[in-house]
């Protein structure tokens, strides 16, 4: 039973353009909701993340939304670079521990 | 400032050898993690410490065991490794208290572990 779901594998881009990341969730105790990035060989890296109690959080050239009623949330990446080409993974935290859940990931791939 | 540092890398065993991986972190986390990742799929946790001398199940412990002797390492063993543990390993660590920063989660660089 996957309670965070990425169902798009892959996403592919032209240089500039907007990138959109799409989670789903289906736990309604998750309270944080953290996006995650992984090149090759590497370890995840965080992105960005936001709260239960807000819509909307903005870093840079990367913005999350949040719509609860749906337990939907995207990741908006504007532009985008080569650079950003990497696995993004949605995650959600809960309860004691702060303990996380991921999302299988998309692979994002910026073409220039 | 190192991070979250994992010993080996890379690591190949045959079935029923047995390994302990090392997680080390130098930030003063006090909750400590182990993953697993495999192929098609997100990181599913193994087994979590909120602290020195404490350890708890995540949502794959079977076949793992794990210990936090120090505040600093968090050490995930396999008493009798089996091909379907074959995966990449990684290592996490965070800030107790909850809030967006707290919930964020540092990661080593993974090993790659094979069971033949």
């Known amino acids: 039973d996957q309670q965070v779901k990425q169902n798009s594998p892959s996403l592919s881009v032209q240089e500039g353009r907007i990138s959109i990341l799409n989670c789903d969730y289906t736990?309604?105790?998750?309270?944080?909701f953290l996006w995650y990035k992984k090149y090759p060989a590497e370890g995840p890296t965080f992105l960005i993340s936001?709260?239960?109690i807000k819509d909307k959080n903005e870093d840079g050239r990367f913005t999350v939304f949040l719509n609860k009623s749906a337990k939907h949330l995207s990741l908006h990446i504007v532009p985008s670079q080569p650079g950003d080409s990497a696995v993004y993974f949605c995650?959600?935290?809960w309860g004691y521990g702060n303990k996380l859940v991921f999302g299988a990931g998309t692979i994002l791939r910026v073409k220039s | 400032n190192a991070g979250v540092t994992q010993t080996p890398k890379f690591r190949v065993l045959k079935t029923g050898q047995s390994m302990t991986l090392l997680c080390a972190q130098d930030?003063?986390?006090?909750?400590m993690y182990w993953y697993r990742q495999d192929p098609g799929m997100g990181l599913r946790l193994i087994h979590y410490?909120?602290?020195?001398?404490?350890?708890a199940k995540g949502e794959v412990p079977d076949g793992y065991n794990v210990s936090r002797l120090k505040k600093q390492n968090f050490l995930l063993g396999l008493e009798s490794a089996a091909p379907s543990q074959t995966s990449v390993y990684f290592c996490?660590?965070?800030?107790?208290?909850?809030?967006?920063?707290?919930?964020?989660?540092?990661f080593g660089p993974g090993t790659r572990l094979t069971v033949l």
């Open positions: 736990n309604s105790m998750f309270d944080y």
């Open positions: 410490s909120v602290g020195e001398g404490t350890t």
């Open positions: 996490a660590s965070s800030y107790r208290a909850r809030g967006m920063v707290a919930d964020t989660q540092y």
């Open positions: 995650a959600a935290s």
């Open positions: 930030m003063n986390h006090e909750y």
């Open positions: 936001i709260s239960s």
